[in-house]
């Protein structure tokens, strides 16, 4: 359990501007550069995997997307568009996180461990999807 200072939210979350993007308007596409990590606060995403028919996630409100790519300087793991006639996010920089991670690491370490919280339900996911059909995902 990691104890949150308000102080420390406050100034990760100064680092974030507002985006408003509009029905079909792309975030990014899949292998582009990891640029940003951003909040989903209104509306809905798309996220399509290329070279894979059909598969796709909704992505819904409260959610970070390019959180993996932010930390590790990652591409794109897929395209990512709107879905909704209207999706505010709020995004951090690779550079704005750069500077924190060496300024503040104590801060940018929450991005970490956001991260590893989004990575442990994945994992989960594709866990209880193998336990339920008795065969990988593929």
Avoid at 35 to 55: C, F, P, Q, Y
Avoid at 56 to 82: A, D, H, K, W, Y
Avoid at 100 to 125: G, H, K, S
Wanted: overall charge negative; hydrophobic content about 40%.
């Amino acid at each position: 359990e990691h104890a949150v200072n308000t102080t420390d939210m406050h100034t990760l979350f100064q680092l974030f501007t507002r985006e408003v993007r509009t029905k079909n308007e792309f975030i990014w596409k899949q292998g582009a550069a990891s640029d940003s990590a951003k909040l989903l606060v209104k509306g809905r995403l798309i996220s399509h995997l290329e070279n894979e028919a059909g598969t796709s996630e909704t992505i819904s409100t409260g959610n970070v997307i390019g959180e993996l790519g932010l930390v590790q300087g990652l591409p794109r793991m897929s395209t990512v568009q709107c879905c909704s006639g209207e999706a505010i996010l709020y995004s951090i920089s690779r550079e704005d996180f750069d500077v924190l991670a060496q300024e503040q690491p104590n801060i940018a370490r929450f991005m970490d461990l956001i991260c590893i919280t989004y990575l442990t339900n994945r994992v989960q996911n594709v866990s209880n999807r193998i336990f339920e059909t008795r065969c990988l995902p593929i």
